[in-house]
């Protein structure tokens, strides 16, 4: 019993196994602090466009303009929680901002001037008065190409259901938009 107790001391004590343990933890420590020193990813937001084929009564259209700001905002928001992201403007001479105007093209020279990375635009349009889509795609900067292009529908035409989308779209983008 002696025996076996000082055999299983003296393993222990064995300076291999001193080191593949420091080894370990300087390993965990090291990669803990490289990961927390890459910096964020920078992701251009263009505004989105709205298209509206319900053919629902007119009168609507300063609560869809309401909510496609909000939408915008939630979604901004919701990345720049994310470590993994930083979000930067694009200033556009026409305030619009959106990929139908001033156009894909200077959308991406603009966020390639402030710095991105990506560069996300992308659509809301209401199908129905209960059934609204978003269509969205990520540009890789440096790639010069999409690494994500999506297609989502949502129900309801309400601000929760838009914001509900606006997050969703965030989560899709983090999980499986960026390579």
Same mark, same amino acid.
């Given at each position: 019993?002696?025996?076996?107790?000082?055999?299983?001391?003296?393993?222990?004590?064995?300076?291999?196994?001193?080191?593949?343990?420091?080894?370990?933890?300087?390993?965990?420590? &090291?990669?803990?602090?490289?990961? =927390?020193?890459?910096?964020?990813?920078?992701?251009?937001?263009?505004?989105?466009?709205?298209?509206?084929?319900?053919?629902? &009564? $007119?009168?609507?259209? $300063?609560?869809?303009?309401?909510?496609?700001?909000?939408?915008?905002?939630?979604?901004?928001?919701?990345? /720049?929680?994310?470590?993994?992201?930083?979000?930067?403007?694009?200033?556009?001479?026409?305030?619009?901002?959106?990929?139908? $105007?001033?156009?894909?093209?200077?959308?991406?020279?603009?966020?390639?001037?402030?710095?991105?990375?990506?560069?996300?635009?992308?659509?809301?349009?209401?199908? /129905?008065?209960?059934?609204?889509?978003?269509?969205?795609?990520?540009?890789?900067?440096?790639?010069?190409?999409?690494?994500?292009?999506?297609?989502?529908?949502?129900?309801?035409?309400?601000? =929760?259901?838009?914001?509900?989308?606006?997050?969703?779209?965030?989560?899709?983008?983090?999980?499986?938009?960026?390579?």
């Amino acid at each position: 019993m002696v025996q076996a107790s000082f055999h299983v001391k003296s393993r222990l004590c064995a300076p291999g196994w001193w080191r593949a343990i420091a080894l370990a933890g300087a390993t965990v420590l &090291a990669s803990t602090a490289l990961a =927390e020193a890459i910096e964020p990813l920078t992701v251009a937001v263009a505004n989105f466009d709205f298209r509206d084929t319900s053919g629902e &009564a $007119d009168g609507q259209i $300063d609560g869809h303009d309401e909510r496609l700001t909000a939408f915008g905002a939630t979604l901004r928001d919701s990345l /720049s929680r994310r470590k993994k992201f930083s979000i930067t403007s694009l200033v556009c001479r026409n305030g619009q901002c959106t990929a139908r $105007d001033p156009g894909i093209a200077e959308l991406y020279e603009e966020a390639k001037r402030a710095g991105a990375n990506y560069l996300l635009i992308g659509e809301i349009h209401k199908m /129905s008065t209960l059934v609204g889509w978003a269509k969205y795609v990520l540009l890789d900067i440096n790639a010069n190409k999409p690494t994500c292009d999506r297609f989502i529908t949502y129900r309801g035409d309400t601000d =929760e259901a838009w914001k509900r989308a606006a997050r969703f779209v965030a989560n899709d983008i983090e999980r499986n938009c960026i390579p």
